[in-house]
């Protein structure tokens, strides 16, 4: 018999259309019920984006609508791992046409593998880089080069210690400390456009979807890490150090102690999140952990017609 394989959006998913594909990925945190409730919560549409062999669902992600007065995006936050690419990308783009989307944004976060083919739909891509430490290994710590291991000793001798927490001042804190050191990066030159928002923030907590994580000194937080987490893993969403937790290696203390902490509750996968070519202090922290380098891409699409990607653009030149 000879597998047909298929490819179907799922308007306004139930539960289980959301749990078949979570389960084809337990380690993933964005294609989750949890993640689900999050968008929903900071304004997009949720659907469910399948291929299906002889009828049974082989793959599948997330996607999130959201409509403007001039045009509208879908965007698929983690790229599944796809069984037939002519059938998944003709699909999403006969898909996109008749929601009458404009843009397509196609992202990697945690996902196994992601090559995105060229069309002349397409408006930018750019090739990405995530760090991934498996949490399996029998010695978190071998895994940590000297230098990481340096800073961790230095953070208890300081007397840091890893509080979990959700309340309204862990939050804010957390804001505070992550926009601050996303300030650090640009001011060296990085190109960082993103910004953490408390209303993010408090979708990713309210709805069961992730949890703050913070090295405290006594009363006060030195440094700061909310986590996206799923059956099996969890990706690090968001963090920033003051300038005392700098001195003291607070950050290392956190990342190595937010492992072993998750490692001990059984999850598989702790994905320390993305840096690009430019942020070599990033990468050199994540590789440092242990991590392994997964090459991912990312990529832009226009799908709509031409009258609204010349509104579009006088629109954005009207911004600036």
């Known amino acids: 018999m000879t597998l047909s394989t298929t490819f179907r959006a799922i308007h306004s998913p139930t539960t289980d259309d959301i749990g078949r594909i979570a389960d084809l990925d337990p380690f993933n945190p964005f294609v989750t019920n949890e993640y689900a409730s999050v968008r929903r919560a900071i304004g997009a549409e949720v659907l469910v984006m399948v291929e299906a062999d002889s009828g049974t669902v082989a793959a599948g992600c997330l996607a999130f609508l959201t409509r ?56 930018a891509a750019k090739k990405r880089i995530e760090y991934v430490l498996d949490l399996t290994v029998p010695n978190l710590s071998k895994l940590v080069n000297r230098r990481h291991n340096r800073q961790i000793k230095a953070a208890r001798a300081a007397h840091l210690e890893l509080r979990a927490s959700d309340d309204a001042s862990a939050r804010e804190i957390h804001v505070s400390l992550s926009n601050a050191s ?116 990312s990529a832009e699409f226009f799908t709509g017609n031409m009258f609204k990607r010349a509104a579009a653009r006088a629109a954005a030149l009207l911004r600036r």
């Not at 998944?88 to 196609?106: D, K, Y």
């Not at 902490?261 to 440092?288: C, I, M, T, W």
Request: contains cysteine.
């Open 182 to 297: 996303l300030d650090r990066r640009r001011q060296r030159g990085e190109s960082v456009i993103s910004k953490t928002m408390r209303e993010e923030v408090d979708a990713f907590l309210d709805n069961g979807a992730g949890r703050i994580l913070q090295a405290v000194q006594g009363s006060e937080v030195l440094s700061s890490l909310l986590i996206a987490q799923s059956r099996l893993g969890a990706y690090g969403q968001s963090s920033g150090t003051s300038d005392e937790g700098r001195k003291v290696g607070a950050s290392h203390f956190l990342f190595f102690e937010t492992a072993a902490a998750l490692r001990s509750e059984g999850f598989k996968v702790f994905n320390l999140g993305g840096a690009d070519q430019q942020s070599s202090g990033l990468r050199e922290f994540k590789l440092g952990m242990g991590s392994i380098a997964i090459e991912l891409e």
């Open 68 to 123: 403007g007065r001039l045009n509208s995006r879908l965007e698929i936050t983690s790229l599944p791992p796809i069984i037939d690419e002519n059938v998944f990308w003709n699909g999403l783009f006969v898909e996109c046409r008749s929601l009458g989307v404009s843009a397509l944004s196609v992202n990697s976060f945690a996902s196994m593998r992601a090559v995105i083919p060229r069309s002349r739909q397409q408006a």
